[in-house]
T-cell receptor, first 116, second 116 residues
Framework: DAGVIQSPRHEVTEMGQEVTLRCKPI?????LFWYRQTMMRGLELLIY????????DSGMPEDRFSAKMPNASFSTLKIQPSEPRDSAVYFC??????????????FGSGTQLSVL | AQSVAQPEDQVNVAEGNPLTVKCTYS??????LFWYVQYPNRGLQFLLK??????LVKGSYGFEAEFNKSQTSFHLKKPSALVSDSALYFC??????????????FGSGTRLSIRP
């Protein structure tokens, strides 16, 4: 398996523009998580899905942020409009609940977002 | 709500010496505890976990961690540090007391620096 795949790897955009980050989880995984990493706030959980359904979006900072998971193999995180303070590394991670005691999260390589 | 604290932003150790990276947690139910490592420009990688059983758990790359329920701690340890261990280390917790609570929360991270 190729692992969790995120695109793009880097994104540079101007304030006010719409940004869409993409994630393909590992096949067969039924949980998908979006995290944001910054120097100031560390690794924050934004939202997670189970079987394509959003379970907890309490970490989404503002209404400018939205996430979807239209099917088991694809998720998007959208920021509209983007602001400079959204600059961060955004990680997607997935896991399979059937792992039972394993509980291991598999992370993508992240998207480095810079909003100018 | 669950939380996890890593009190040290950075830990510096000489190669060959033992290392400890500290972590304390707070959950309502039974804690599921994890350590992940992040190398530059990479996603997080799973190191080890504690779910139940022996309080001393062993993981990848010679790392181990000790679960201490009375102190609500889960410190990461290695008997002899290598320069290649230099990276960012994250402690994480999930509340195992609720079947639907799959939220996994990460600490702020500790940068481990091993000098030759």
């Amino acid at each position: 398996d190729a692992g969790v795949i995120q695109s793009p790897r880097h994104e540079v955009t101007e304030m006010g523009q719409e940004v869409t980050l993409r994630c393909k989880p590992i096949s067969g995984h039924d949980y998908l998580f979006w995290y944001r990493q910054t120097m100031m706030r560390g690794l924050e959980l934004l939202i997670y899905f189970n079987n394509n359904v959003p379970i907890d979006d309490s970490g989404m900072p503002e209404d400018r942020f939205s996430a979807k998971m239209p099917n088991a193999s694809f998720s998007t995180l959208k920021i509209q409009p983007s602001e400079p303070r959204d600059s961060a590394v955004y990680f997607c991670a997935s896991r399979y609940r059937g792992q039972g005691a394993n509980e291991k999260l598999f992370f993508g390589s992240g998207t480095q977002l810079s909003v100018l | 709500a669950q939380s996890v604290a890593q009190p040290e932003d950075q830990v510096n150790v000489a190669e060959g010496n033992p290392l400890t990276v500290k972590c304390t947690y707070s959950v309502s139910g039974n804690p599921y505890l994890f350590w992940y490592v992040q190398y530059p420009n990479r996603g997080l990688q799973f190191l080890l976990k504690y779910i139940t059983g022996d309080n001393l758990v062993k993981g990848s790359y010679g790392f181990e961690a000790e679960f201490n329920k009375s102190q609500t701690s889960f410190h990461l340890k290695k008997p002899s540090a290598l320069v290649s261990d230099s990276a960012l280390y994250f402690c994480a917790v999930r509340d195992g007391g609720y079947s639907s609570a799959s939220k996994i929360i990460f600490g702020s991270g500790t940068r481990l620096s091993i000098r030759p």
